[in-house]
């Protein structure tokens, strides 16, 4: 018979016995198995029994992702990490969610000193702290393999950042850097943005950390703008950071007359009216890349909308997605940024749910969505329109003139407009029917994100 193929080893504590601390059992002649969650037993013995299995198992893997949620704590992690210590095999290795802490984490950096194959490290959520934050720098100034580090939600603050800055200054072969979910802070950002001046091929994930602040997305801002690769830092992820008008008035003075920027994902933050404000004067004048911005979550409210329409207006050649939701849009906002549509050319997909957004501007809504040839999805669910109003709304879709929005697809397509219902996982109504009668079909497709949208064909 041939070699039986390695599983992973089972759950719970290893016994103590005589035969578990040998290596000459009948245990050895049956298939290795990885260790599963539970603690290991701290005994000298089994340590090495186990380290063997270890190494002798990762020795067949290029890539392992059999540890994620398995919780093997610091003890767990210490027995793989001593067994990845001289393997040459692994190139990825996933320990998200194992509840590490810096213990584990030392252990990992002592592994990393030495092993010379491992690309790609995820350790995120595993409430490691600044011990482990440092424990990692000090590893990364030897280790020069490793490319891809995912810390996502743990418990670094602007410590540890201050750390990973000074070694991203000489160690340029870590690629992509994901810090989300932390607490870094506006000193840690800092410390981050002026390691660009030295090695601006990073592209570093800052997202959600809730207090960076308007001082830290100016350091980040000011860097991105000196030293930014547009390879590289195209897409501007700052969702959840406490950013307010001054932070706005930075991320605005980076955009302007700027193509580096492809993508700005700033949902969740306090940008407010004034903020947009700064941003849609800085992309009316010069040049600009965006394909997408999302401004969900940032109460701009119907002076905003209008602040924004202007830029709809204009067209930006290369604007194709916008996100406006959960912003309290009233009905002078929605009919801003409807007349602003009347002209745009370019722009293909509009998020506009979750507002405040009533029957009062359905009739400009409506003539907009029977003229304007470019927009291929207008997302208007929970909203608050009457039965009137959605049967005008639907009677415009019938109107309007099918056209080559898509360039994928085979056939000249219609706006699909979703003006929803009370339920996001069932937003439909019956009033596209009710609108065109016997000819009119009420059916269910999907964007390129997937997102779910009603339709209407003739």
Not at 3 to 24: C, Q, R, S
Not at 115 to 126: E, K, Q
Not at 243 to 256: E, M, P, T
Not at 310 to 326: C, D, F, G, I
Request: contains cysteine.
């Amino acid at each position: 018979m041939g070699k039986k193929k390695d599983k992973v080893p089972a759950p719970g504590k290893f016994p103590k016995t005589k035969k578990v601390g040998g290596g000459n059992n009948k245990m050895g002649k049956k298939k290795d198995k990885v260790p599963a969650p539970g603690k290991f037993p701290k005994t000298k013995k089994v340590e090495k029994e186990h380290k063997g299995k270890w190494t002798n198992w990762l020795k067949t893997k290029a890539t392992f992702d059999l540890l994620p949620g398995k919780m093997l704590e610091w003890d767990g992690v210490m027995v793989v990490s001593k067994a990845l210590e001289k393997n040459n095999c692994i190139t990825s290795i996933d320990f998200s969610h194992n509840n590490m802490r810096d213990d584990g984490m030392k252990y990992l950096s002592q592994a990393l000193r030495t092993n010379t194959c491992i690309r790609t490290l995820n350790i995120s959520c595993n409430q490691i702290g600044d011990g482990g934050g440092l424990a990692l720098s000090s590893a990364l100034l030897v280790n020069r393999s490793l490319t891809d580090i995912n810390l996502l939600g743990n418990q670094l603050t602007c410590t540890s950042a201050q750390s990973l800055g000074s070694v991203l200054k000489v160690n340029h072969e870590v690629v992509r850097l994901n810090l989300s979910w932390n607490k870094i802070g506006h000193r840690g950002a800092r410390s981050l943005a002026q390691a660009m001046s030295k090695n601006n091929c990073c592209l570093m994930n800052l997202a959600g950390q809730g207090s960076m602040g308007d001082e830290g997305i100016a350091e980040i801002c000011d860097a991105w703008a000196k030293w930014g690769n547009k390879d590289i830092h195209a897409n501007l992820q700052l969702w959840h950071n406490d950013i307010g008008k001054v932070g706005a008035a930075a991320i605005a003075g980076l955009l302007q007359d700027r193509e580096l920027v492809v993508e700005l994902n700033i949902p969740w933050n306090s940008i407010g009216s004034d903020g947009l404000a700064k941003i849609s004067a800085a992309l009316l004048v010069g040049k600009t890349a965006l394909k997408f911005v999302n401004l969900a979550h940032n109460i701009i409210a119907d002076t905003g909308a209008a602040e924004f329409a202007k830029v709809l207006e204009q067209s930006p050649p290369t604007l194709e997605r916008v996100n406006l939701s959960n912003n309290d849009i009233g009905d002078a906002g929605a009919e801003a940024i409807a007349k602003g549509l009347l002209k745009n050319t370019t722009l293909k997909h509009l998020d506009l749910s979750h507002n405040k957004i009533t029957a009062a501007s359905a009739p400009v809504l409506a003539e907009m969505i029977a003229t304007n040839k470019a927009m291929i999805t207008l997302q208007l669910q929970r909203n608050s329109f009457s039965d009137d109003a959605k049967t005008l709304l639907s009677e415009a879709m019938r109107r309007s003139e099918p056209t080559q929005r898509d360039p994928r697809a085979q056939v000249p397509t219609q706006l699909r407009v979703n003006y929803g219902a009370t339920d996001d996982e069932n937003p439909y109504t019956d009033y596209i029917q009710k609108a065109g009668g016997g000819g009119i079909i009420a059916g269910t497709v999907r964007d390129d994100e997937g997102s779910r949208k009603g339709s209407v064909k003739s």
